[in-house]
Structure formats: C-alpha cells, structure tokens
C-alpha cells in the first residue's frame, strides 16, 4: 500500500469510536504492541516498513463498524478471528482479496 492509502485507513479508524486496537508487523521482525491511538501513534515513523496490521475488534458492532470503513476505502486484507489484517506487501505468488 502507498502512504496515501496508510493515511485513509488511520484516519478512518480514527474516526470510528471507540477506535480499535491496532499492531503491525514490520519487515524486520518487529512486532509492535497493541494500541488504539491512530492519530499520532500509527504514523509515526512512516508506513513503509509494514508487512501488515492487525485491527482488533472487541465486540460484533464494532467488528461491522471496522469493516464498513475498510470496504469505503478499497484496502487489500482479510478478515480474522480477532477482528481484520491489512496487507502493506504481498508475498511473492501470494493471492489477495480487498475488503
């Protein structure tokens, strides 16, 4: 994903209230603690080490709430047990669908 769609996505999310919890996973390994500040939190350091993110979602609502904002801004993921995982890269060969 390019830094125009990372910005679409923080501030969707950031709209939403509550806001969910959020993790990356970036290219070197490093996992980042949850978190639920989008506004700062999320964007700082850039989005280009982002494998993916996880968003997770506390209850049924909030669940159709995050999916309603990923589906207006066309993002390539999945959805999880936990909630939602966004894909900033694809694997070589790898196959994804948008949400």
């Known amino acids: 994903m390019n830094n125009t769609k990372w910005d679409e996505l923080r501030l969707a999310m950031y709209a939403l209230d509550p806001a969910p919890a959020w993790s990356t996973l970036s290219t070197n390994g490093y996992r ?3 978190d639920t500040e989008w506004f700062y939190h999320f964007r700082d350091g850039g989005y280009g080490d982002i ?5 997770f979602v506390a209850d049924e609502a909030m669940r159709q709430r995050v999916s309603d904002a990923l589906r207006s801004i066309h993002v390539p993921g999945e959805q999880t047990t936990e909630g939602f995982r966004v894909f900033g890269y694809a694997a070589g060969g790898q196959s994804v669908d948008y949400l």
């Open 32 to 34: 980042s603690r949850r």
């Open 51 to 55: 494998v993916h993110l996880d968003i």
